[in-house]
T-cell receptor, first 113, second 112 residues
Framework: AQSVSQHNHHVILSEAASLELGCNYSYGGTVNLFWYVQYPGQHLQLLLKYFSGDPLVKGIKGFEAEFIKSKFSFNLRKPSVQWSDTAEYFCAVFGFGNEKLTFGTGTRLTIIP | DGGITQSPKYLFRKEGQNVTLSCEQNLNHDAMYWYRQDPGQGLRLIYYSQIVNDFQKGDIAEGYSVSREKKESFPLTVTSAQKNPTAFYLC???????????FGQGTRLTVV
């Protein structure tokens, strides 16, 4: 069955620290991969997406993610976080063939000034 | 402006009553999705539809029903069989191929 795992439930970092949030998915076919962010009290916003080609994709606000097909992973990274990055982050996978769009349970990121 | 509209934003119902949440899109997207968002559980897929007059159960379909009579519309009915209906419900639509999904603003349902 198609699924997404986000192993980090709550991450706490100081400003300027580097960030890596894990995302693993299960699906045997071709996928599109996404990271969404939800700031406190706000709606979902697309951070970045992978469709095909270069496995390293860059998104808004300095975020990037790398698709490693052999590991079924799509980890999110940022070299230096800011207090304003405090939010919940969701990884999602779209499976071609079943056309399902499945989300992980999310990672709450807290940045300490 | 193209977009996806959910209504109402807030909805209150008494226990035991069915309630229907509206989702309309004018993006000409084939696929539409319903999710439920609860704290700590992410977005869980309830139902999805790839084309008109066809839909599939997601991961938590019990107690919910949908219809897809028009491409633009994908209403979700929360039935009295849903054990814990109070939640935030999100609708999304997606075009074919390598495209991103677009989300509505959500409906917060409270059952008392």
């Amino acid at each position: 069955a198609q699924s997404v795992s986000q192993h980090n439930h709550h991450v706490i970092l100081s400003e300027a620290a580097s960030l890596e949030l894990g995302c693993n998915y299960s699906y045997g076919g071709t996928v599109n991969l996404f990271w969404y962010v939800q700031y406190p009290g706000q709606h979902l916003q697309l951070l970045l997406k992978y469709f095909s080609g270069d496995p390293l994709v860059k998104g808004i606000k300095g975020f990037e993610a790398e698709f490693i097909k052999s590991k079924f992973s799509f980890n999110l990274r940022k070299p230096s976080v800011q207090w304003s990055d405090t939010a919940e982050y969701f990884c999602a996978v779209f499976g071609f063939g079943n056309e399902k769009l499945t989300f992980g349970t999310g990672t709450r990121l807290t940045i300490i000034p | 402006d193209g977009g996806i509209t959910q209504s109402p934003k807030y909805l209150f119902r008494k226990e035991g009553q069915n309630v229907t949440l509206s989702c309309e899109q004018n993006l000409n997207h084939d696929a539409m999705y319903w999710y439920r968002q609860d704290p700590g559980q992410g977005l869980r897929l309830i139902y999805y539809s790839q084309i008109v007059n066809d839909f599939q159960k997601g991961d938590i379909a019990e107690g919910y029903s949908v219809s897809r009579e028009k491409k633009e519309s994908f209403p979700l009915t929360v039935t009295s069989a849903q054990k814990n209906p109070t939640a935030f419900y999100l609708c999304a639509s997606k075009g074919q191929g390598d495209t991103e999904a677009f989300f509505g603003q959500g409906t917060r349902l409270t059952v008392v």
